[in-house]
Each structure stands twice: as C-alpha cells, then as structure tokens.
C-alpha cells in the first residue's frame, strides 16, 4: 500500500477508494447539514466531538450542503439491505464529506471513521482531509468491551469517559460486571443491604461505592446515545460473598458472611432449591431488567467450585427461566451451556483458551443446540487485564499471559470451537477484570491498545477460510493505522500503552 492510499482508521473499513485531487479543508465557517430521522442527534455528538478533537464547532442546519460543508444523510437507500442496520458510505472530495447510512447508528459508525481522518494537530490552518470514498459494514452486530466495576468500583462519570473512550473503535455493547464476591454496584430497593452493606469493600480494601438506579439508568441512556447496548450481569450462583455478607438469610448457617477483598474465585454459593434464595434471584433480575432496555441480562455462572453440578444445573435452569420470564434473553458465561435447560435464544460467551481446553467447546455448542448464540471472549487473547509482558505491576498473567498487542490481533473468532462459525456467533467482547487495577487511568492503560485489535476482529471482514490468521491478519499494516489512533487518544486524554511493537509517532512517545 503506498503512502497516498494508507488510510489511518481502525477497524479498518471493508473497501476504501483513493481517487486523488485536492484535499478537504475543514475551514472555521463548515457547517453540517442533515437530513433524515436521527441526523440532527448523530450532528450534534459530532460538533461536541469536533469541538473536543480540534476546536471546530460547525453549525448544524437542515438545508442542503454548500462547499465545505459536512452532510449527515440518513435514508433506507443509502446503504444495501443487507447492511443497513450499522453500515455506511464516507466520501470526501474538495467539495465537502458526505456520510450516508440507512440508521443513524451507522451515520455515528461513519462519524468516528471521519474523526479519525481529522488531523489532530490543530494549532494552526488549515485542517485538511486527503479524498476518499469509504463503504463500511460490521461482521457481527455485538462488538462488546467489559468493564468489571465490582473488584474496584468506577463512578458513573468514570463509566462514561470509558463509553466515549471504546466509541471511537465502533464498540457498540458495555458489558457491566455488577456484582462479585468484593461488592455489590447496583442499588436494589427490595434488598437494600446489598449496597448499604455489600457495597462499602472492594479489592485491596477499596473503599467500594455503588450506582443508584437513577446514576445506573443515566450511565444507560448516556450510553444508548452513542448508540451503546448496556448489558447487566448480576454473576451467580458464585461469586456471590457481597450478597452473602448482606443478608444472613441467604446463607445455609443462617450467619452473614464476612466482607471478601481478597482475589481467591470459587468459594461462595448461593443456596439452591430455597425459597428465600428464589425470592432473592426474582427480586435483583426484576428490577436490573426493569433499568436495563438492552436485550441481554447477564447472570455469570462461571466458577462455581463450590456449588455441586447437580446443584448448579437445578439453579441455573431457574436463574435463566426467570431473565426469560422478565422479558430479558439471559447470557451467561460458557460454564451455564452445562445445562440443557436453557430458554431458547439463551447467549453463552466462551471465555476459555483460543485452544479450548476440557469440556468448554462442548459447553459452547450446547448454546447453539438449544437456540442460541454465542460470544467469543477467549481470555488468552482478548481478556484485557492479562500482563502486556511479565513483570508488568498490574494485570494478571493466569491466562496463559503475557498476551502482546499482535496476539491480540492474530485470532479468529470463527476457528476456536469446532463446528462454531460466524452463523451462530453473536460477536466479540474484550472484558478487563479489576482485581488488581483501581483507577480509570489504570484501566486505559491495561485496555488500550489492546480493544482495538478485538474491536478489528468483531468490525472487519473476516479472512477466507484458506487463509492463515497470521498473514489473513497483517499486523504490519494493523501497527501504522494503530500508531496513528494514538495520536487521537493522546489529544483526547486517554491513556494507552505505548507498547514495543507499535511506531508510535513522536509526539505520544513515553
């Protein structure tokens, strides 16, 4: 690829034209024009994000574009059927830049696509565009990244910077960890001791802290305007000490549990087959359902270690039939495909080895067998708390770790699980888990660059089936257009890891 064709975007676009001309100036007087249903909404996050990447705020105005001008046009036309719930076309000429989508969650794709094109340097004039025609659709419709808010908590300001943070990688599903043995992060007005109590620890002696429901459903609507899906997980039946330390009641001695704020998985439970635990699982899926009008419900049962498997298959079962009953499809961690009771449509998200490992391919396709689908986490590769390399200060390394930003892009959601195509895979998600990471800058810093390669994997085409992932997958053109997102998430104040493999350009440098 010369240098007049090398198009610094990530995820990289399904095609890309260079025609040559004169460049677009994005001059102080550019306006945005806009036409169609939710035009002025994706225009107005534009301007703000103009105004924050470059000092420009165009006027948003509804009457055909000039020169110079910006235009959001939304209409059923503007992209092929079959990739009209999130696609979208880009041109920039010396007349203007047009995007066009068929949704306006495709005209926003197009805008962050537009905001990487925006030069980040702009102390003086003029701001140009090199010409370029870009048509764009997404592999899979969940692009997802986790954020574990239950081991540290992060406050809803804090959740929103990491929101706009993922946006600009066309990340469009947050997955919350809510809950854990180390807190409890989501009021519940039926059970208020779950944060009057369960939320006041968190790892390390984290002083804890937890989202009203009025803050949860701001973080939801917030997130819904940037056109991403909020997805609860209330995990269960382990990873359950805050609930347990909670109430009394809930536990077989009939004696509280005591607050956890160590790392150690597998030794909490929730009882099975009793009433007040049944009351307990309705009331928390009731009103998280209720907050939440994403799809998806995520209830964990990951790591019971100290649940029996008769027990586990009975309280899952259950635990799933009642997400189903308050109108939410539930999700669960691959451990829940154990089952062969699940409500049709059920999500598993596989989160073992990109070489599956055990019974968790079987686990998997147990998804799919009873009517579901399937997100693909495989934590060797895409768990974003695992070690850049050893001897990194936070981070774990359990995962087969340390994973390099090239592992995390050298991977194939399609080629882990035998019998597990693209059919039947909802997407991807990255998760990071907090148990050694308690601030946001901490997060970035362990996230970014990483997201941006699993962001690429659930955005751009997928390699043919007769090629290798490695050479499918070419990290050498990946690295530049990376290097080039890192000058935008040092405008923009996020933090990143200037990793070895990467040409960061000199003015992010470490």
């Known amino acids: 690829m010369s240098a007049s064709e ?19 100036v994005l001059a102080p007087g550019a306006r945005v024009s806009v036409a169609g249903a939710g035009a002025s909404d994706v225009a107005a996050l534009l301007v703000a994000e103009l105004a924050s990447d470059c000092r420009r705020e165009p006027a948003v105005v509804h009457e055909p574009p000039a020169y110079g001008d910006i235009a959001i046009v939304i209409a059923d036309d503007e992209t092929p059927a079959d990739q009209s719930a999130e696609g979208y076309s880009l041109a920039v000429t010396a007349e203007g830049v047009r995007i066009g989508a068929a949704t306006a969650a495709g005209a926003f794709w197009g805008v962050q696509t537009l905001r990487q094109l925006v030069p980040v340097e702009c102390a003086s004039d003029p701001l140009t565009i090199d010409p370029v025609t870009v048509r764009d659709s997404p592999r899979f419709g969940y692009r997802g990244a986790m954020l574990d ?20 990688l066309k990340v469009n599903h947050l997955h919350l960890h ?29 002083a804890g802290g937890f989202f009203t429901q009025d803050e949860f459903r701001d973080i939801v609507a917030y997130a819904a305007q940037r056109f991403v899906t909020i997805v609860p997980e209330l995990d269960m039946p382990g990873h359950t000490n805050a609930a347990l330390a909670s109430y009394p009641e809930l536990n077989a001695s009939g004696v509280a549990a005591a607050l956890y704020t160590g790392s150690d998985v597998g030794f909490s439970t929730l009882l099975v087959d009793d009433a007040t635990t049944d009351r307990f699982i309705d009331d928390v899926v009731r009103e998280v359902a209720a907050l939440t009008p994403g799809p998806y419900l995520h209830i964990g049962g990951d ?32 451990e829940m495909g154990k089952s062969a009771e699940l409500p049709d449509g059920t999500v598993g998200q596989y989160w073992d080895f990109t070489t599956p490992r055990g019974s968790s391919a079987d686990e998997t396709l147990s998804f799919v067998r009873q009517g579901g689908a399937v997100i693909m986490s495989p934590s060797d590769v895409s768990y974003l708390d695992i070690v850049y390399e050893d001897g990194d200060e936070i981070g774990q390394d359990w995962a087969d770790g340390p994973t390099t930003i090239r592992e995390a892009y050298e991977w194939d959601p399609a080629r882990i ?15 990071v888990w907090t148990e050694t990471i308690a601030t946001i800058e901490e997060v970035e810093r362990m996230v970014f660059p990483r997201l941006a390669a699993v962001a690429e994997i659930g955005w751009s085409p997928a390699p043919a089936d007769t090629e290798e992932i490695v050479a499918a997958r070419d990290f050498d053109e990946f690295a530049p257009r990376l290097a080039a997102l890192g000058e935008h998430w040092a405008a923009a104040g996020t933090d990143f890891r200037r990793v070895p493999e990467v040409p960061w350009r000199e003015s992010v440098r470490a």
């Not at 975007?9 to 677009?24: I, K, L």
């Not at 081991?151 to 929101?163: A, G, L, S």
């Not at 807190?183 to 109590?197: C, D, F, V, Y």
Request: proline share 10%; net charge negative; hydrophobic share 40%.
């Open 417 to 431: 699980v035998p019998g597990l195509g693209d059919a039947h895979t909802l997407g991807v998600e990255a998760p």
């Open 149 to 168: 808010v239950a081991r540290h908590f992060f406050t809803p300001d804090e959740v929103k910077r990491f929101i706009d943070a993922i946006v600009l």
């Open 303 to 334: 790591e019971c270690l100290s649940t029996s498997p008769e027990d586990f298959l009975r309280f899952i079962a259950k635990a799933a039939a009642t997400v189903a009953r308050h109108g939410k499809t539930p999700a669960g961690w691959h």
């Open 6 to 24: 090398f198009l610094p975007v990530v995820p990289r676009p399904v095609s890309t034209e260079h025609p040559g001309g004169a460049p677009f």
């Open 178 to 206: 809510l809950t854990d043995d180390q807190g409890w992060r989501i009021h519940i007005e039926s059970w208020p001791n779950l944060t009057a109590h369960g939320a006041s620890s968190g790892s390390d002696g984290s």
